[in-house]
């Protein structure tokens, strides 16, 4: 059994030793468990993700066990990174360089805004993703599970998480694309929403894409 803990977080101490139980029952070599089974006293799910190529379903007759499965393939992958940066795993974990470009992080955008402003206060799991990226484009630093549980707590409603998308995003953008790039992309992203402005989302969307733009007359 393998503790990955950079930040020297509280664990649990009776999860450990159930974590490795569980970890123990599974038939392959490289699984962990993270999140809030570790460091929560009351929790929701034990997740549990194993790294396989088999298209084989794992089952544990535990009820709270939710098992994902992650292709080799997307070891490159933001989200891997992140949800293995602080865990217990069965064995050492493999590795593969990051891999994460600004598209996939508009796309996350894209995707995370019509489902803030359709679940509002409901957001919590929503927005996992779009906190992780903005946070590393921001920081450059990776947030574990723990960490990223932490900063989503932060946020007291759906329209502070907006609010920080406004603030954030388009310093973002600035900084990471280049100027001439950046005003054709999201003068196009602007025309899309442009059409469609009855809508919250697409309308917030179409805002954000002009701040963004904006931005580049003045950096």
């Known amino acids: 059994m393998i503790i990955y803990n950079p930040h020297n977080e509280r664990i649990v101490k009776e999860r450990i030793e159930k974590a490795e139980q569980i970890l123990n029952q599974i038939p392959a ?9 570790l460091y929560k006293e009351n929790y929701k799910d034990i ?19 939710k098992i994902t499965i992650i292709d080799f393939n997307n070891l490159h992958s933001l989200f891997y990174h992140s949800i293995s940066k602080s865990c217990i795993a069965k064995n050492i974990l493999p590795k593969k360089s990051l891999k994460v470009t600004i598209s996939d992080y508009w796309s996350i ?8 402003l359709n679940e509002k206060n409901k957001y919590h799991k929503n927005v996992r993703f779009l906190i992780l990226y903005t946070e590393y484009f921001k920081t450059n630093n990776i947030l574990d599970t723990f960490q990223l549980n932490k900063k989503i707590e932060e ?8 609010k920080y998308i406004e603030e954030t995003i388009p310093p973002i953008m600035n900084q ?36 963004i733009t904006r931005g580049t007359f003045h950096g």
């Open 176 to 211: 990471k694309i280049k100027s001439s790039y950046l005003k054709k992309f999201f003068y196009t992203q602007a025309g899309v929403y442009k059409d469609v402005l009855q809508y919250d989302a697409q309308r917030f969307l179409y805002q954000l894409s002009h701040k």
């Open 155 to 162: 946020f007291k409603s759906y329209k502070e998480i907006l």
């Open 47 to 65: 997740d549990i993700f194993v790294i396989t190529r088999s298209k084989k379903k794992f089952k544990l007759n535990k009820k709270k066990a």
């Open 29 to 37: 070599k490289h699984c962990f468990i993270t999140g809030s089974f």
């Open 109 to 116: 955008i894209n995707e995370a805004v019509p489902t803030l």
